[in-house]
């Protein structure tokens, strides 16, 4: 069984400063990736994806993931966060032919004005 | 397009109860598939469903059950409510075109108490 590990747990940082959410999942055979967002009081929302192609993918508000296979690491990253981005975040993994989501715990950024 | 509607949205119940939750798909979504999201385990898989029947059904007690219908609606049932059900249950749909896995789109969720 696939497994998802998101190591921070809580994350503050202040407006303007970079964000890198580490994502390890664990499943030795092709692997669908997600990344998704929970604002304050909203429901889960995806920022992005990866299925195939080019690992490097660019989702919405600003936000992008590397996928690195060597790794089995899914990383989100943006170079400049926004007060607006306070959410809990959620990365998600999808393996072989199962369907369900496989989610990791889940960090919760808070931003700083 | 309206996105996954789920009714109620809050619900609250005595233990030994049972409960049923609703969720309607994003229209011409085919797949339906439910979470609980407790603070305690996170988001875990409960079951989905596609063309009416289950296709995968996660690590939960026989208490937790569901049902698809024609129209791709789905609901699901928690039977002798306990005090450890209490959760957001959330239902996300998928497109399934093509027979691929696809990304979900996730609904505002249950807000199920038990007392």
């Known amino acids: 069984a696939q497994s998802v590990s998101q190591h921070n747990h809580h994350v503050i940082l202040s407006e303007a400063a970079s964000l890198e959410l580490g994502c390890n999942y664990s499943?030795?055979?092709?692997?669908?990736l997600f990344w998704y967002v929970q604002y304050p009081g909203q429901h889960l929302q995806l920022l992005l994806k990866?299925?195939?192609?080019?690992?490097l993918v660019k989702g919405i508000k600003g936000f992008e993931a590397e996928f690195i296979k060597s790794k089995f690491s899914f990383n989100l990253r943006k170079p400049s966060v926004q007060w607006s981005d306070t959410a809990e975040y959620f990365c998600?993994?999808?393996?072989?032919?199962?369907?369900?989501?496989?989610f990791g715990s889940g960090t919760q950024l808070t931003v700083l004005p | 397009k309206a996105g996954v509607t789920q009714t109620p949205r809050y619900l609250i119940k005595t233990r030994g109860q049972q409960v049923t939750l609703s969720c309607s798909p994003i229209?011409?979504?085919?797949?339906v598939s439910w979470y609980q999201q407790t603070p305690g385990q996170g988001l875990q898989f409960l079951f989905e469903?596609?063309?009416?029947?289950?296709?995968n059904k996660g690590n939960f007690p026989g208490r937790f059950s569901g049902r698809q219908f024609s129209n791709s609606r789905s609901e699901m049932n928690v039977s002798t409510l306990e005090l450890g059900d209490s959760a957001l249950y959330l239902c996300?749909?998928?497109?399934?075109?093509?027979?691929?896995?696809?990304?979900?789109?996730f609904g505002p969720g249950t807000r199920l108490t038990v007392t």
């Open positions: 990866y299925f195939s192609g080019d690992p």
């Open positions: 998600a993994v999808n393996a072989g032919s199962a369907r369900q989501l496989t």
């Open positions: 996300a749909s998928s497109l399934e075109d093509g027979g691929r896995s696809d990304e979900q789109y």
């Open positions: 469903y596609f063309s009416e029947t289950q296709r």
């Open positions: 499943y030795g055979g092709t692997v669908n």
């Open positions: 229209s011409g979504h085919r797949s």
